[in-house]
């Protein structure tokens, strides 16, 4: 297995996971046994070789999302400092409630209001929000197989939940204006 200054591939994607969940970066170097231009180094290396895994093989960007999302790998394994399954289907039990906050943040976004913002609402931060993601966007490519003999049922389903929030938050932020440009003295 690959290793760049002893850190493989899994470990890489769950220290990046767990940074993005709230571990501190010193909890995490003492985790990998690493100085910090050590870790500053391998972050760099990292990057690199991840783009040219990916262009490779996009698998790697899969596993690397999985691994980000449920950052339990390597001697991270027995860390707890990300959430598990429980803890994050909580903040969004089931689809509608991921679908709510998925378009909140994305109508906002729209209106110039900061998505972190709309996500912090809600008690989910990036990391949180990552790990969310990958869980239904499972159950969505799961929904959609229009392999399936009730694909014309489900994606009615799917589009009816969309339409819902995209223009229950349309509604919502139809009067916010953000003047963006106006603290810029040229």
């Known amino acids: 297995m690959e290793t760049i200054n002893g850190v493989s591939f899994e470990e890489y994607a769950a220290a990046c996971g ?33 783009g040219e895994l990916m262009t490779e093989d996009m698998n790697y960007a899969t596993k690397y999302g999985e691994l980000f999302a449920n ?24 689809y509608d409630a991921y679908q709510k906050i998925f378009w909140h943040q994305s109508v906002a976004a729209s209106h110039g ?3 972190v913002t709309v996500l912090e609402s809600y008690g989910i931060d990036l990391g949180k929000w990552g ?39 349309e509604a919502y ?5 953000t ?4 603290d810029i003295n040229f």
Do not use: C
């Open 131 to 169: 790990a969310l993601n990958m869980h239904y966007m499972n159950y969505q490519n799961n929904l959609l197989d229009h392999t399936q003999p009730d694909y014309a049922e489900k994606f009615q389903y799917f589009q009816q939940i969309q339409d819902k929030w995209s223009n229950h938050f």
């Open 179 to 182: 003047d963006l440009a106006g």
């Open 71 to 94: 950052p339990k790998a390597g001697r991270f394994a027995g860390e707890t400092t990300a959430s598990n399954a429980g803890d994050l289907l909580h903040l969004a039990p089931d």
């Open 113 to 115: 209001v900061d998505p």
């Open 18 to 50: 767990n940074l993005a969940q709230g571990m501190p970066e010193e909890k995490l170097l003492q985790v990998l046994q690493l100085e910090k231009p050590v870790w500053d180094e391998t972050v760099d290396k990292w990057n690199v070789r991840l």
């Open 173 to 177: 932020y139809q009067d916010h204006k």
